[in-house]
């Protein structure tokens, strides 16, 4: 509005002139023209020889965090149905091997899926679905070798370790029926990528169609209850989602509509005995729990068994044949409450850290007197813990193994708070060596997402002990736009209050600076996609505040690329961002699209990765945003620029490949703060 004082023109055409303004670097989205490849080449050349004299830093962060990693492992074993599943990793390959062995003392293993015998010759390799039938004879499972995200599936016969001729593309997600022949899966469209459709297949027939979502702001999956009895086929949007059943035994009936979809009201289901338990925010935000009778013939009123709590989020609700385990989310910490069925009688399983993840681990089987649960933090290593329903005493089956000695005691984390500019209190997670000085002279490397209600995990990294090691003081900032405080944090943060999310960063690197926790000119910052449009939009606000800029796979083009209705995601994309074909909702995104923003101001170091095939942040985004850069800022700081021309939005796929890519990052850190080896 401020270049364009023409008000009174009409909508289409305001929106179409402005539009037309702001994609100097259009050009950069035909990947099929040599002259964009040989582009990209150029960056990664560039920044290749810039980054020559870390060559040596590089090599040595690689190999410590190679020589922290227990290369030759087993995961946990997980028992199901007569077998127990697992992955082992070997020294040398770049993949896990997925495996399982009966359950007799002596029983040989069975190797089930090598993805270093599926990547051979390729740069890429991902597993998707991984589903077994219950006679225990078949496996349907999917991979993806491009980074794409579109998954191919197929079945494999244990017994035999044939490949059946069923294969299809797009494959979404993947349910058997109870009758061991019948898949139900879901696909994609393949233009936008939006799962659209579910089918039903005999194993040696042809696909049947059964849905179709014509909204375009939803997508469909499907998957089976833990009770094994109900096949639930979930579509949601952002904001609203409904659910179908049909009974696993008999998938080529009709599926029941549960609750039909309401704007603005999202529910999920588990299933136990005569019973759907509904996961559901229609009285509020956070959710309540609710019941209703599975064998109905009509719909019915909900029976509320756990009513809405303003401060407490409920994220998951999980059935077993005796108890029920509620995923909550409270003052920002994940709580886990098991409640037995016979009698209600609930408790929450207690933790020692004051800030951590906790979540369910691994629990497919119905009976199960003892839950796995996953448990770790900025200085506890990633674990797994037998929990025993009754007695309530823990057995640790295995702690994630740090090679060469690791002791938590020489590392302290801590939760303290910004305050933001309208007064709201922002949380901060800190992690540092113990004998590190908070005394505003040292370095520090602040992370960030905040979007789409996700938590940033409060996890351990054994690679980012390479900077503890070094004197860096590691933080999260849990802005709002993300879901640490429930739904309305998440509110707080998205549509027309996007900026929080900026400001809620800004905020909590002026603290840590105020504080004494990092130095002035010292903090480096990090985050990856919509954390990567964070930070560049909080870059393009303070770019004086930040020492050094990662960007991974960052969403900086948010106007152009939320134009587009044909990009994958984009429709669907609209609740939380906006329609940039409704005025209003253009308005917010103009004022901080990360592209149309770039000014002439002195920006700080940064390296900005991008991949060539990832599908759900184009490559051109982050090309477009780094030549706007270099055409504007008024600097000479580094300014990098490297795609992978062969991996996908979460970058290298095989272990190896991603710790050089670390390694890397880090090495730029490291440098640009001049914090020495």
Not at 155 to 164: A, I
Not at 217 to 224: E, G, I, K, P, Y
Request: charge should be negative.
């Amino acid at each position: 509005i401020i270049l364009f004082p023409e008000i009174a023109l009409d909508e289409a055409k305001f929106l179409a002139r402005v539009k037309a303004c702001v994609d100097a670097y259009g050009w950069l989205r035909d990947r099929s023209d040599a002259s964009v490849v040989r582009y990209l080449e150029a960056e990664n050349a560039y920044a290749t020889s810039v980054l020559a004299p870390t060559v040596g830093l590089q090599e040595t962060l690689y190999r410590e965090m190679l020589g922290r990693i227990k290369e030759t492992d087993l995961s946990v074993p997980v028992p199901l149905r007569g077998f127990t599943y697992y992955t082992r990793t070997e020294e040398g390959l770049q993949y896990p091997i997925h495996c399982r062995r009966g359950r007799a003392p002596d029983a040989a293993e069975e190797v089930l899926v090598d993805l270093n015998a599926l990547a051979r010759g390729k740069s890429f390799m991902s597993l998707g679905a991984f589903a077994v039938s219950d006679n225990s004879r078949l496996l349907a499972y999917s991979t993806d070798d491009t980074g794409y995200r579109q998954y191919t599936l197929v079945v494999k016969n244990l017994e035999s370790g044939e490949h059946l001729a069923l294969r299809q593309e797009r494959v979404t997600s993947v349910a058997w029926a109870a009758d061991d022949r019948t898949l139900c899966y879901t696909t994609e469209d393949p233009t936008t990528k939006r799962s659209d459709r579910l089918w039903r297949q005999a194993i040696d027939g042809q696909p049947v169609a059964v849905e179709h979502e014509a909204d375009e702001a939803f997508s469909l999956a499907v998957h089976r209850t833990r009770s094994r009895e109900w096949l639930v086929a979930q579509s949601g949007s952002h904001t609203t989602s409904e659910c179908r059943v049909v009974r696993a035994d008999d998938v080529t009936g009709a599926w029941r509509l549960l609750l039909p979809r309401v704007s603005d009201v999202e529910y999920d289901v588990d299933h136990h005995g005569d019973t759907f338990y509904v996961r559901i925010n229609d009285t509020g935000r956070n959710f309540r729990l609710a019941r209703m009778p599975a064998m109905m013939l009509e719909t019915v009123a909900l029976e509320e068994v756990i009513a809405h709590r303003p401060a407490v989020m409920l994220e998951g609700h999980d059935f077993f044949e005796q108890h029920a385990v509620f995923s909550e989310r409270e003052d920002g910490v994940p709580q886990l409450a098991v409640r037995r069925l016979a009698d209600g009688v609930t408790h929450r399983v207690t933790f020692p850290e004051p800030a951590y993840e906790a979540y369910l681990h691994s629990n497919p089987e119905w009976r199960a007197p003892a839950l796995r649960i996953g448990y770790q933090s900025l200085v506890t290593p990633s674990s797994v813990y037998e929990y025993d329903l009754e007695s309530r005493d823990r057995t640790l089956l295995k702690q994630q193994e740090v090679v060469g000695g690791y002791d938590p005691a020489r590392f302290v984390s801590d939760r303290i708070h910004a305050t933001a500019s309208d007064g709201t209190r922002i949380p901060i997670s800190l992690v540092r060596r113990a004998d590190v000085a908070v005394d505003s002279s040292t370095p520090g490397f602040l992370q960030g997402y905040g979007a789409y209600g996700y938590s940033f995990p409060v996890s351990f990294s054994s690679a980012r002990l390479s900077l503890l090691e070094r004197g860096v003081v590691v933080a999260i900032a849990h802005i709002r736009g993300g879901g640490e405080l429930g739904k309305a944090w998440h509110d707080a943060g998205r549509m027309s209050n996007k900026v929080n999310s900026f400001t809620d960063f800004i905020a909590c690197a002026e603290h840590l600076v105020a504080e004494g926790h990092v130095a002035m000119g010292r903090l480096a910052i990090e985050g990856g996609s919509a954390g990567g449009l964070l930070m560049a939009a909080v870059t393009n606000l303070r770019p004086d505040l930040f020492g050094a800029v990662v960007s991974q796979v960052p969403f900086v083009d948010v106007l152009n690329s939320m134009s587009d209705p044909s990009l994958p995601l984009t429709v669907g994309e609209y609740e939380e961002w906006g329609n940039p074909d409704v005025r209003e909702e253009f308005g917010w995104m103009h004022a901080y699209s990360p592209y149309e923003n770039v000014r002439a101001a002195a920006y700080p170091p940064m390296l900005v990765r991008t991949s060539l095939n990832d599908s759900q942040v184009m490559y051109w985004e982050p090309a477009k945003y780094v030549a706007q850069l270099r055409s504007l800022k008024t600097n000479d700081t580094p300014l990098l620029f490297l795609t992978n021309m062969g991996a996908g939005h979460g970058g290298a796929s095989g272990r190896y490949d991603r710790l050089r890519e670390i390694a890397t990052d880090y090495a730029f850190v490291l440098t640009m703060l001049k914090v020495g080896e």
